[in-house]
């Protein structure tokens, strides 16, 4: 740093001292093969850390509180240190707490897969339109959604169909056009771009709401939207609005 500052200043008045400019390349070259070096190890990199407002408020008192108490150590600063590390476990219980009671089905906004969630607590039950594996997750928007609730996928299903949650009656069309004429679905999933007349078929099903995800071409989610606007059904497109959730 002192060499920096010294080639810096000198620089300014247009002066190059190669003696001096050398040594401070040979020393960042040196830096940076070290750091790149350190990063190289699996070890030394933490991952997938889960952080919601609260931990991060607590976590950043912690810092300042220790930072504080090294510089000024008495009992005062230690019961505020020990206060804020208190805090930050008694909200890292809490969210995990509040984890556990919540329940929600979602339709996440993946375009190279049709990926719906059910999640009662931290365990996820998945569906996809393909078999992931566990090594794909990171690749996707499960892991952030998994890393973010604390939860992990317990199984996983093929796309069907027809889906119930709670008092709703999911119906889901792919790209083979193919549907049950008779179900009268309370929520109609568009995925893959089906080869459908959706002006004919909000007519003969009548749903509550209709989700695109974003698997569908745009033109096609477009279209679906006027023909939606038209009878008045709710028309979710998670490319525009993101992911589709029921509590």
Do not use: M
């Given at each position: 740093m002192i060499i920096g500052i010294v080639v810096l200043f000198l620089a300014s008045f247009g002066i190059t001292a190669s003696l001096l400019t050398k040594p401070f390349e040979w020393g960042i070259y040196a830096l940076n093969s070290t750091i790149h070096y350190v990063a190289s190890f699996e070890q030394f990199l933490i991952k997938d850390i889960?952080?919601?407002?609260?931990?991060?408020?607590?976590?950043?008192?912690?810092?300042?509180?220790?930072?504080?108490?090294?510089?000024?150590?008495?009992?005062?600063?230690?019961?505020?240190?020990l206060c804020c590390i208190i805090s930050m476990q008694s909200g890292q219980l809490h969210t995990k707490w509040n984890i556990q009671r919540e329940e929600e089905w979602i339709v996440l906004n993946s375009k190279k897969n049709s990926i719906i969630v059910e999640r009662h607590g931290d365990e996820v039950a998945l569906f996809t339109n393909d078999q992931l594996k566990k090594s794909d997750f990171s690749s996707t928007v499960i892991q952030t959604y998994l890393v973010a609730n604390y939860s992990q996928v317990e199984t996983q299903h093929k796309l069907p169909n027809l889906l119930y949650y709670k008092k709703n009656k999911i119906m889901i069309i792919d790209s083979t056009g193919v549907y049950l004429e008779r179900s009268k679905p309370d929520i109609l999933i568009l995925t893959q771009s089906p080869k459908i007349n959706l002006d004919r078929l909000l007519e003969k099903l009548h749903p509550k709401q209709v989700v695109a995800d974003n698997s569908n071409y745009k033109n096609a989610q477009k279209r679906w939207g006027f023909s939606c606007s038209k009878q008045k059904i709710p028309f979710h497109a998670t490319a525009e609005k993101g992911f589709f959730k029921l509590n």
């Open positions: 889960p952080f919601n407002t609260l931990l991060l408020i607590t976590s950043y008192a912690t810092i300042i509180a220790t930072i504080l108490w090294l510089k000024k150590p008495n009992y005062k600063n230690l019961i505020i240190v």
